[in-house]
């Protein structure tokens, strides 16, 4: 199954961002039987945007086949896309690494609402 | 009749000005009084009218039917404000926030799967106060479609005119010369450029006014606050001189029109001597229309 996580750096023992649309960095994460197969990170270029970051991040993720995704808050629109195409969404923090094992555990709770509000490039 | 009141700049007194007129017409006609700035309305605030609302206003979002959906995505390419997103074999997602209503997907839609759906983008309300009818449009926080809010608050005047038979309509524009000033304008009968003495008014104006042109409305221009800059006013008036623009009153700064507006009436209810300015321009603006 493939995962997707924001982070702010771009290897596996970068802590997640909080915010999925600017993040720096997805980090693209293939499992099999609890372990991760392979992983790719890449840059995220919505993170740049002035608006709309999170509906283009989240096209983004969902065009790359993921079927959850990880991440610190998810905002309305992201929020409502993931929703839409049925892909989960669980809020998690700490190092990438152990948040891949957090969700194989099963220790995750998936949201059923945006967990933050609309953000806009600002400092936040 | 129709007059709309415009000027490009922000800050000129353009609503100060157009309730003024209205109250003053409105001692010997039926007015009706449209605040067209939908993003920011005043005019119920100068005249302290008790708002009512009367009809929301809604715009056209798709309706999509998962059952005829053949997952081509047609939709998604066409839309051009990105509200909808499709990935294969998935059924489109649909983020209504940035939709402006085009209909482009529901045109190309090969399986008939888009039928049309609403969104509120605004509300209409309804007042009167000293004498004037008021119509005000205001927009929904956060949506896109100024222009067709306009229209919309336009539209429902124009029933209300011919209800109370309305002598003539008043309608206070945004500033800048953007869609919603644009709605404004079309179909008036006289433009009231105002403006006041300084170079970002007059660079302003003269661009309201190239729009106020294309239209081909009769206008003329209220140099409000006249007296701040002699120079500068003499640089407006020899302005409009060379492109044959009448002047229809000059009117000076004071604190008594701030004092009024934070009382919350028109300035010449209280000051019956500003009352000469206002009727000046109605007669300015009447003997250019003949």
């Known amino acids: 199954m493939r995962v997707v996580i924001s982070s702010t750096g771009n290897s596996l023992e970068s802590e997640v961002d909080v915010r999925f649309g600017r993040c720096p960095y997805f980090v693209f994460v293939e499992l099999e039987d609890k372990e991760i197969k392979n992983h790719e ?9 002035a608006g709309g970051a999170g509906i283009t991040a989240a096209e983004f993720v969902a065009k790359k086949g993921v079927q959850a995704v990880l991440t610190g808050n998810i905002g309305p629109r992201a929020f409502s896309v993931f929703s839409q195409f049925k892909i989960d969404v669980y809020p998690v923090t700490g190092k990438i690494s152990d948040a891949i094992k957090a969700f194989v555990n099963s220790e995750l709770k998936k949201v059923d609402a945006p967990t933050g509000p609309m953000r806009h490039k600002g400092p936040f | 009749m129709k007059i709309v009141v415009t000027g490009g700049k922000g800050g000129t ?7 003024a007129l209205a109250y003053e017409l409105s001692q010997r006609k039926k007015v009706l009084l449209v605040d067209a700035d939908v993003d920011c309305p005043n005019d119920h605030l100068i005249l302290s009218v008790k708002r009512r609302k009367i009809k929301d206003v809604f715009q056209f979002i798709p309706k999509f039917n998962h059952d005829k959906c053949t997952k081509c995505g047609k939709c998604a390419e066409v839309c051009k404000q990105h509200s909808i997103i499709f990935v294969k074999d998935k ?5 209504p926030d940035t939709c402006t209503g085009c209909k482009a997907c529901l045109v190309v839609c090969p399986s008939g799967a888009i039928k049309e759906g609403k969104k509120k983008i605004g509300s209409i309300y309804r007042g009167n106060n000293f004498g004037v009818e008021l119509i005000s449009g205001e927009l ?10 306009v229209s919309e608050t336009r539209r429902t005047a124009e029933q209300l005119e011919s209800k109370i038979k309305a002598d003539v309509t008043i309608i206070d524009s945004a500033a800048g010369i953007g869609c919603p000033v644009i709605a404004s304008i079309t179909g008036s009968d006289y433009a ?14 003269k661009r309201v006014l190239l729009v106020i042109e294309h239209f081909r409305i009769p206008r003329g221009i209220v140099i409000n ?9 003499k640089k407006i008036e020899i302005f409009a001189k060379k492109n044959k623009i009448p ?7 004071s604190k008594k029109v701030i004092e009024s507006t934070i009382k919350m009436s028109p300035i010449n209810v209280h000051n019956k001597e500003y ?16």
């Open chain 2, 192 to 205: 009231v450029a105002v403006t006041e003495p300084s170079p970002s008014a007059l660079n302003d104006l």
């Open chain 2, 13 to 19: 007194g353009k609503s100060t000005i157009a309730a």
């Open chain 2, 247 to 253: 002047i229809l009153e000059k009117i000076p700064y």
């Open chain 2, 91 to 95: 059924y489109p997602a649909f983020i």
């Open chain 1, 41 to 49: 990170i890449v840059e995220n270029t919505s993170s740049k945007q």
């Open chain 2, 225 to 233: 606050k006249h007296d701040l800059s002699k120079a500068f006013c």
């Open chain 2, 140 to 149: 929904k926080i956060g949506e896109l479609a100024s222009g067709e809010m």
């Open chain 2, 275 to 290: 009352g000469r300015y206002f009727s000046k321009i109605l007669k300015n603006i009447e003997n250019n229309l003949i």
